[in-house]
């Protein structure tokens, strides 16, 4: 249990529901808003598309805590509903002539139609029994777009071409490309944070908490466990399915090797190392996970003439630290990196006084 | 006293800061207009994923290629300066090193996978860098859908084409073909052609398409599939070591089926990992000519590698292809350099479009590779060999669909 911040006293309901109380939480929001804001000017294209990777995996990562961490529900589908995203993003923009815009925000609904309807095992299962079968949704979803039965999705070339992006007339333009993205990507990533920690102070984000602390406890009290659970699934799904549809359109081609049962997997590994159940928790595993594979390369890159194991076993270096951490993880802070931080933050506030 | 001392050193620090700003801006002038600066290029290596077999030797053989040509004073004067990283064949893995590569300023770019080649399609065409890889997808041939894509060797599609041709004519004209193919974007590029091929030549060939599951133990399951099917031919588009896999099973099941191997598996690693009894007869398309064939490209490696300390007959068709397609790649910049242009990707394209044929010494193909403006389709014609006692026999030179 985090410690509660002592002396401050509120003198109405509004003061007390507000997301920041404290001067320091204001600080540390001023800072965050100026980081974004330099982030474009001081970093390098590369590094700035790594950026840019690392919003997207943000808003996917938010999306499966939303599921995984608040309603205690599972999901090995994370890749396919990316899938989903993607796919339908790209078909409405390529072939249909849907302009961009709308074609997200259909992407968004689909993926969250789809997301309902793999979540209705969850009616019935729980844990493991739950895992294995949203198992079955990645497998399907990625089934379907690997073979593409009928050449629908791709017409048989296997990947679709995705034109640049273009909203109401505006194009992002290549030599700014990178930087472009970026503003897009950070606009929309706070929306979609302020939107899930906003959610969390509703009576849905609560019955969806209820549901996971106790669902029988929740029901006595008068939650519709079925309305909630489903909601968390469409929920979830259409947060990843808004990530997969970024995806498709920063990237500009689609094809099924971006969606594999290892992005449901590296996903799962971001809230996990972030911190289960908490909105700042999936953000920094996104970030952690995204930058831990690049920042070993950028290692090899420098030290792989003295260690060369490093160079020339790199993926699987990367892999073996991919799973060392989250093992490391489990065992010392299961409750991430999220509560690493908020017990940094106690420590000084509580000195030298241990709480 | 002391503030006289002070202001010593104040003026001491700023003539230093001053000079040494001096010095770094005299410092880029004096390099005098990029005489001998390196010219970078990007390598993207599958050494340790899905096609790592193929993929190790093919990048060894490029980085050999680049430190032959460096140690004989470069193209022009100009060192090549390779990047060259394993992305373990996943496609966001080769984006981030890609952007990382235009990012640290590379004139080219030469990759691996046909997944990521074609994922890099857009971007390199819009980065206006050319791209070379181990993938010869027919879409990556045509420059109206890849205007920055070249392909030095018969496409996956030309190689399916010219095995079907000498299956009609092996077969006399009524066999049943099985394609076994590697499950990705690579193994089912030329699947939907060779499919054409037969209809428009009005061959009278089954032809059924198999994707072979990853990391499997035996192919016994897929084998009988093909066998009810009636399959005297089994052709693989997949590397070295799942087609050895394939052709020992054909062996202990006692099947009767011929293996026709296109480009990634038609190589001498197919024959070591089956084995010369298993591997025995079957059919290998190769476009990069292997040692044995003793073409006059061969010397030149062998006496590099004589130098250090090794020898050419180690050295499988992969690493030939590697050495292959980085000389392709340095012959279009010896060009650029020789019109008195500065190597940007434009000009390197430019070049490769207009230099005409490049003598390959008989290392790809029927000897020559020619792009034009129209077709990136360096060459048409691969060698048809066959496994014999162990080594890579030439059945046909320069074999054409």
Redesign the interface.
Known sequence: MAATATGIHHRSYTSELRLRATKAEYFRLGLTLALLVVVPFVL???WL??VN?ILIAVIGAVGLNILVGYTGQISLGQGGFLAVGAYTSAILTERYGVPVLLSVVAAVVATAAIGIFFGLPGLRLKGLYLAIATLASQVIIEFVV?RDPGGFLTE????I?VARLNILGWQVE?ST?EQQWYLILAIITVLAVVAARNLFRTGLGRSFMAVRDQDIAAEAIGVNLTRAKLTAFAVSSGYVGLAGALIAHY???V?W??FTLDVSITYLAMIIVGGLGSIAGAVYGAIFMSLL??LI?TAA?QWGDAVPVLK?????VQNALFGAVIIAFLIFEPRGLARLWQRAKDYVRYWPFRY | MIRNRFSLVAAAAALSLGLSACGNGGGGEGDGGDAGAPIKIGIIAD???ATGDVGTPYNEGMLAYIDHRNADGGIDGHKIEALS????Y????A??LY??Y???GVVAIQGWGT?DS??L???VA??ELPFMSGSFAE?LADPEESPYNFVVAPTYSDQMRVALNWINEDSGGTGEVAVFHH???FG?APV?DGQAWVEEKGYDLGYQAYAMPGGSANYVGLLSQAKSQGAKYVVIQNVASPAAQVAKDIKDQGLDMKVVCLNWCGNELFITTAGADAAEGHLLIQPFAPVTSEKPGHETIAAYLEDKGESIDDKGAAWVQGWSVMDVMAQGIAKVLDDGDEVTGPALREALETMGPIDTEGLIGDGTVEFSADSHRGSTSTGVYQSEGGQMVEVEAGARP
């Open positions: 390098d294209n590369y598309s790594i990777t690997r048989g070339a296997g990947y071409d290549r490309f990237t500009e081609i094809s090797e971006r594979p690049v390369r890159q020339d076993q790199l993926p699987a | 050494l340790t994923g990283n394993d992305y373990a996943e496609v966001p893995k984006e981030q952007k990382q235009v990012n640290d997944g074609e994922a399609r857009t971007k819009n980065d879409v499950d990705s974007p089912e939907a």
